[in-house]
T-cell receptor, first 114, second 107 residues
């Protein structure tokens, strides 16, 4: 069964450093999403991406964050200058359509900012 | 404010019991998802509903659009069903997530 692949599974970074979280969505999917889950809290929507541009973003997704689909297969989330409160599990997801057929989550990247 | 409310927050059941988890939402939606999050953190999409009822193995999900309510049922529960079950609704493009129901099934 097709999977959404996220790398790395765990990343530790120093406060103030830039991090890039990588995702490979399912190949025929057109809509891409990033979510985060701070330990012990609920999952939160960050951003959706379609046709090489951001479709919608939440209040969390400020200027420190950016997304990119650099090569037609990878979908990346960049955090420019990490803060302690950015420590969370970050999930990538993709779907065939806005009607969510084939909606699939990746297994997540645990980001720890020290 | 919570756009999505789940109940109960925690649930412990004996193996074989019939389990119901409830989800109420306050926003207009195009779809509702039931997700399963395992202890390791990975998330699996169980169902996507926009109306009616869906069944997959021992899992059944129903939605009542008028009442803005959905239920997830697990028949003949098993210890491997132990996980956090999350209700998420899609309003236009953005998703809103519930806080999850932590289910423990005891052998």
């Amino acid at each position: 069964e097709p999977e959404v692949t996220q790398t790395p599974s765990h990343q530790v970074t120093q406060m103030g450093q830039e991090v890039i979280l990588r995702c490979v969505p399912i190949s025929n999917h057109l809509y891409f999403y990033w979510y985060r889950q701070i330990l012990g809290q609920k999952v939160e929507f960050l951003v959706s991406f379609y046709n090489n541009e951001i479709s919608e973003k939440s209040e969390i997704f400020d200027d420190q964050f950016s997304v990119e689909r650099p090569d037609g297969s990878n979908f990346t989330l960049k955090i420019r200058s990490t803060k302690l409160e950015d420590s969370a599990m970050y999930f990538c997801a993709s779907s065939v359509s806005l009607l969510d057929y084939g909606y699939t989550f990746g297994s997540g990247t645990r980001l720890t900012v020290v | 404010k919570n756009e999505v409310e789940q109940s109960p927050q925690n649930l412990t059941a004996q193996e074989g019991e019939f389990i119901t988890i409830n989800c109420s939402y306050s926003v207009g939606i195009s779809a509702l998802h039931w997700l399963q999050q395992h202890p390791g953190g990975g998330i699996v999409s169980l169902f996507m509903l926009s109306s009616g009822k869906k069944k997959h193995g021992r899992l059944i999900a129903t939605i009542n659009i008028q009442e803005k309510h959905s239920s997830l049922h697990i028949t003949a529960s098993h210890p491997r069903d132990s996980a956090v079950y999350i209700c998420a609704v899609k309003s236009r493009i953005q998703f809103y997530f519930g806080t999850g129901t932590s289910l423990t099934v005891i052998p």
